[in-house]
């Protein structure tokens, strides 16, 4: 410690601050104190405590997620046995039948709710008429809206359809 005291008196600050009055070095000490006390809390103090506080609002989000998933367990189990009524689940099913009745699909739209809206243009009304019973008969798609019109072509219609998951 008195290495380090004559250190500081040999150099020009500390030759500054000896030259100094007695009521001058307090008050140089005093703003120096307090300037190493700001920078310790702006450097090391703030950050730590700012990481402290993100990490214990991390926490209290998962555990809310964490209820919320105990909560609805049961749920999304019985829906995932069943299939569950999301659009996605329709898309293979509807397309697979299409395919079958040799129908082209110009866009298939998921919506919420689990609907599915199905665009098809220029296509046979029977070969429709077919799939639409199909689809209801053997996977319980059901329809939730239906609009037919003609096409230019003689015995085809233009057809856009909302399904909605079985159940």
Not at 112 to 119: D, E, F, H, R
Not at 143 to 157: E, K
């Amino acid at each position: 410690m008195n290495r380090l005291f004559t250190w500081f008196q040999s150099t020009p600050v500390g030759q500054a601050y000896l030259a100094r009055s007695d009521s001058d070095r307090l008050i140089i000490a005093v703003v120096a104190g307090l300037f190493v006390l700001t920078i310790l809390w702006l450097v090391v103090w703030k950050p730590v405590a700012d990481w402290h506080e993100d990490a214990v609002n991390r926490l209290g989000s998962a555990g809310v997620v964490l209820d919320y998933l105990k909560a609805n367990e049961a749920l999304a189990r019985r829906a995932a046995e069943r299939g569950g009524d999301q659009s996605g689940s329709l898309i293979p099913l509807i397309t697979r039948a299409a395919n079958a009745q040799q129908l082209t699909l110009n866009r298939l739209q998921p919506e919420a709710g689990g609907v599915l809206n199905v665009i098809l243009e220029s296509q046979s009304f029977d070969r429709v008429f077919q799939w639409i019973t199909q689809l209801e008969e053997n996977n319980g798609i059901r329809v939730h809206s239906l609009n037919i019109r003609n096409s230019d072509i003689p015995g085809a219609v233009n057809v856009q359809i909302r399904f909605h998951g079985g159940g």
